[in-house]
């Protein structure tokens, strides 16, 4: 680590969905892992919480309406 030099650090989410012994994950279309099967996440937004950023991005990238 370089003193003086601003860190920034970002909370992020990375969710497994697992439901009858199976598990969904998607295909990275771009960016770092590309080609490559996931699991769904992403950088929790200001004034979010950990949980709600996780079932946003599952909605956004996975386009399930609505988790149980």
């Known amino acids: 680590m370089n003193a003086g030099k601003d860190q920034t650090r970002h909370l992020m989410t990375l969710c ?3 439901k009858q012994g199976k598990i ?7 960016g770092f892992g590309q ?13 979010e ?11 956004e990238e996975a386009g399930i309406p609505r988790l149980v």
């Open 16 to 18: 497994t969905i697992r």
């Open 24 to 30: 969904l994950l998607g295909l990275k279309k771009k």
């Open 35 to 47: 080609g490559l099967w996931n699991g769904f996440g992403g950088k929790v937004e200001k004034g």
């Open 49 to 59: 919480t950990i949980e709600h950023a996780a079932v946003r991005e599952v909605q």
